[in-house]
């Protein structure tokens, strides 16, 4: 069965700090990834989905970025983070072909401080 | 650009009353639609989905939303809520021509008192 794991589960990062947050997916080949972010009264926020390795499409112009270096690996990353950047992110996957479900990870809460 | 509305943010019932979340988006082309749930601590998760075919569909847990394509809307319903039910439920679109990106809504919280 396909699982897909987040981490660190929660992170406190200064201002002016880098950022890396890691989701990988297993059991699939192939999946479509994707970043959101959840801040609270504000829904899912899409900020980053790929159809594959190396392939990222940006949703909102902001100070984050994505990578995906291997199929099954999707990383979310900052040079400086700012206060406005902590929330919940998650991560997510689906299998490609038009009809899409979406299966979330369990998140990770970031705190800018 | 395409955008998913629910207008109620947050919804307060009794046990078994009955349940309808609203749900509109803005897209004039064909859509896939979806009502995902989060339980308190648990993950995203799917509840129902709509891609074609009968505009009544059923979910997980008794629920069931109907698309109205004239109303470009996906309401979400359940005749008898129980206070397992508490949670925050959220409406996404995905265009048919571009089923990988999918938008949601910003999410309505369920309380269910009991």
């Known amino acids: 069965s396909q699982t897909i794991h987040q981490w660190p589960a929660t992170l406190v990062q200064p201002v002016g700090s880098p950022l890396s947050l890691e989701c990988t997916v297993e059991g699939t080949s192939n999946p479509n990834l994707y970043w959101y972010r959840q801040a609270a009264g504000r829904g899912l926020q899409l900020l980053f989905y790929?159809?594959?390795?190396?392939?990222i499409s940006s949703e909102v112009p902001q100070n984050l970025s994505a990578s995906r270096p291997q199929d099954r690996q999707f990383i979310l990353s900052s040079k400086k983070l700012l206060l406005s950047d902590s929330g919940f992110y998650l991560c997510?996957?689906?299998?490609?072909?038009?009809?899409?479900?979406?299966?979330f990870g369990p998140g990770t809460r970031l705190l800018v401080l | 650009a395409q955008s998913v509305s629910q207008h109620n943010h947050h919804v307060i019932l009794s046990e078994a009353a009955s349940l309808e979340l609203g749900c509109n988006y803005s897209?004039?082309?064909?859509?896939?639609l979806f009502w995902y749930v989060q339980y308190p601590g648990q993950h995203l998760q799917l509840l129902l989905k709509y891609f074609s075919g009968d505009p009544l569909v059923k979910g997980i847990k008794g629920f069931e939303a109907e698309f109205i394509k004239s109303k470009f809307s996906f309401n979400l319903r359940k005749p008898s809520v129980q206070w397992s039910d508490t949670a925050e439920y959220f409406c996404a679109v995905s265009p048919y021509s571009s089923a990988s990106k999918i938008i949601f809504g910003s999410g309505t919280r369920l309380s269910i008192r009991p």
């Open positions: 897209y004039g082309g064909t859509v896939n």
């Open positions: 790929s159809v594959g390795i190396g392939q």
């Open positions: 997510a996957w689906s299998v490609p072909g038009g009809k899409e479900t979406q299966y």
